[in-house]
């Protein structure tokens, strides 16, 4: 199959990515796609839009070509900030496909399946969309002034493409709210190297204390707060708050200011921590540091974090009714709590360290799930499946 995926911004390079333009990896989990549908025997080309004057015209890495298109300036843009230069971009799409179509194109992100649905036009090449996050989601509505004509475009972009590959099943609920009829829906999640994220390996440096580690917040709405005032009820455990800026940097953020002056306040700022921006090689090491991730927010999420801790054998606390569901089994793997209730948090989470051996177990079975469930080989039969029924 001749497979075609359309990004804005694309990691070729899954050994240095770029963190400060992709700091959710998304662009490096676009690239990782394509190398997994590579190996399954498929002929894949990623066409991004050209961020950079370093950029080459094109490029090969893992089996991929890699097609960058003049549209705009040679630099980063948020998906907003693209928006002006989508007509540019599928004429250079169209210009592409002309003499030589794909059997299946897949965008990624709600401006690029714009700019597909426009290169394909009046042609018979089914159009597959990925959004990795949507504006109808309270976070985006919250942050974001222009989340009405996001919105709008979002909607347009799910009812018009072939099909739509959610990555979780509270996103099917949204993408049904769109008005995408569920039969077009498939959830095919996020995938995770397996080889990297594994149980077996170093594990980061740590004191005696019991270890909850989560992620910066990247936006409002992400429960930090919550696991703050639960570290109030858990004496002697540490909360490490991995990633954000760098290291210098930290004291001018304003959110993680917020979150330090809640610690002070709390009385628990002796055991909370701010790592600053973590190095994508340090991130496995972390994650087999840990006791518990905690991801509780209900209208965030850490992204593939939570799977690849899982992945490493440690046990997730995430919020039910959130994106993490799918992945966290309560009782199994982990646990799940209702968002913003400090109270209920503690407790469960004492009930866990209060259980070396259940923790153990609970260990064994996230990393088990993880490998099973969300390994890149997996994910790529599944997303060629969505490819074969769209077609």
């Known amino acids: 199959m001749r497979i075609a995926l359309v990004t804005g911004h694309v990691t070729p390079d899954a050994t240095h990515p770029d963190q400060s333009a992709d700091p959710r990896g998304q662009a490096l989990r676009v690239a990782s796609l394509a190398g997994t549908l590579s190996e399954l025997g498929h002929q894949v080309t990623v066409y991004a839009r050209k961020d950079s004057p370093a950029r080459p015209r094109s490029e090969s890495a893992g089996g991929v070509r890699f097609e960058y298109l003049t549209a705009g300036p040679a630099a980063p843009l948020t998906q907003e900030q693209l928006l002006p230069q989508l007509g540019k971009f599928s004429d250079e799409l169209a210009k592409r496909w002309r003499d030589s179509p794909p059997d299946v194109v897949h965008a990624h992100f709600w401006t690029s399946g714009l700019a597909a649905l426009a290169a394909t036009r009046g042609t018979r090449i089914p159009v597959v969309q990925t959004f990795h996050s949507l504006a109808g989601m309270p976070r ?98 540490e909360l490490l708050v991995a990633g954000g800026p760098p290291r210098a940097e930290i004291a001018a953020d304003p959110v993680l200011c917020e979150l330090a002056r809640l610690a002070e306040r709390t009385g628990v700022s002796d055991r909370v921590m701010f790592t600053g921006k973590v190095a994508a090689a340090r991130v496995p090491a972390l994650l087999r540091s840990a006791d518990l991730f905690v991801q509780v927010a209900g209208t965030d999420s850490a992204g593939i974090l939570p799977v690849e801790a899982m992945a490493c054998g440690t046990p997730v606390v995430a919020a039910a009714d959130s994106a993490d569901q799918d992945a966290v089994v309560d009782g199994a793997t982990g646990a799940l709590v209702r968002p913003g209730d400090a109270t209920a948090l503690a407790r469960r989470i004492r009930q866990l360290l209060a259980s070396p051996m259940l923790l153990e177990g609970f260990g064994i079975a996230a990393a088990d799930r993880a490998r099973s469930r969300y390994s890149w080989a997996r994910v790529g039969q599944q997303t060629v499946a969505a490819y074969e029924r769209a077609s």
């Open 140 to 237: 985006h509505a919250l942050a974001n002034g222009d989340a009405a004509v996001r919105i709008k475009m979002e909607r347009l972009v799910a009812k018009t493409v072939r099909a739509v590959l959610a990555g979780s099943s509270s996103e099917v609920s949204e993408l049904a709210s769109l008005g995408v009829p569920r039969a077009a829906i498939s959830v095919v999640p996020f995938g995770v190297d397996t080889d990297k994220f594994d149980p077996e390996g170093p594990a980061a440096r740590r004191t005696k204390r019991p270890r909850l580690l989560a992620a910066a917040p990247t936006s409002p709405g992400h429960g930090l707060d919550t696991v703050i005032r639960a570290l109030a009820g858990l004496p002697g455990a």
